[in-house]
C-alpha cells in the first residue's frame, strides 16, 4: 500500500498539512479578541487552532505536552505561526479556545478543510463510499458490577433460572429423611 502522507508525529507530516489549513477562514470566522489589560498579548484563532490541531498530530497528547512542546521546539512554533517562546499559548488560552469555538466551530473548519482538500485529492471520476450504520451490541458484561442473581464467570451455570434455582436444591439435598409409619 502506498501511503503519500508522513508519519504522525512527525515534522514531515506538519509541512505537508500547514498549506491546507484555512488560516483566513478561521481569522474573519472567530476575530481576534482585545488584549485585557494585565494578560498576554492575545493570539488569532487560527494561531491556536493551530496549536490544538498538534493535540492529534504531535506525541503529546494534552494541552499541557502541547504547550511544552512549543516552547521546546522552534519547528513547533513555526507550524503554528508564533514568533518566539514567549509568545507560545498556555493551556488556559487553549481551553479557552476550545470552549469559545465549540463543535459546531470545529465543525465549520472540518467542513471547510474536507472541501479543500477534496479539490486536490486525485479522486476517480466513479467514486462510492458505503458508511455502515450498522448497529453492534456492547460488550458489557466485565463491565457490570456482579448482582446476586448473575452466575460468576467461569461458572457452568449460565442462566438466570439455574442461577436462582441452585440454592433451592441445595436446601433440599441437605433435608434429613424422616422414616413415616
Known amino acids: 500500500m502506498n501511503n503519500p502522507l508522513p508519519a504522525v508525529g512527525t515534522l514531515a507530516l506538519l509541512d505537508v498539512l500547514s498549506p491546507f489549513i484555512p488560516d483566513e477562514f478561521i481569522n474573519l470566522r472567530w476575530p481576534r479578541r482585545t488584549r485585557r489589560p494585565g494578560r498576554r498579548s492575545a493570539l488569532s484563532a487560527a494561531q491556536l ?9 504531535w506525541p503529546g497528547r494534552s494541552f499541557n505536552a502541547v504547550q511544552r512542546a512549543l516552547v521546546e521546539h522552534r519547528p513547533l512554533r513555526h507550524f503554528s505561526h508564533l514568533p518566539n517562546q514567549a509568545s507560545a499559548p498556555d493551556v488556559r488560552m487553549l481551553h479557552e479556545f476550545r470552549s469559545r469555538l465549540g463543535p459546531g466551530g470545529f465543525r465549520a473548519i472540518n467542513d471547510h478543510l474536507t472541501r ?16 455502515d450504520a450498522t448497529d453492534l451490541p456492547a460488550r458489557t458484561r466485565d463491565k457490570k458490577k456482579p ?10 451455570r449460565c442462566t ?22
Not at 438466570?160 to 409409619?181: G, M, R, S
Open 49 to 57: 487552532w493551530r496549536a490544538h490541531l498538534l493535540i492529534c498530530l
Open 116 to 131: 479543500e482538500i477534496l479539490r486536490v485529492a486525485p479522486l476517480r471520476e466513479k467514486t462510492l463510499a458505503l458508511i
Open 147 to 156: 448482582s446476586g442473581l448473575e452466575c460468576p464467570p467461569g461458572s457452568s
Open 160 to 181: 438466570l433460572a439455574q442461577a436462582w434455582t441452585d440454592p433451592l436444591f441445595c436446601w433440599l439435598q441437605k433435608t434429613h429423611i424422616a422414616p413415616v409409619d
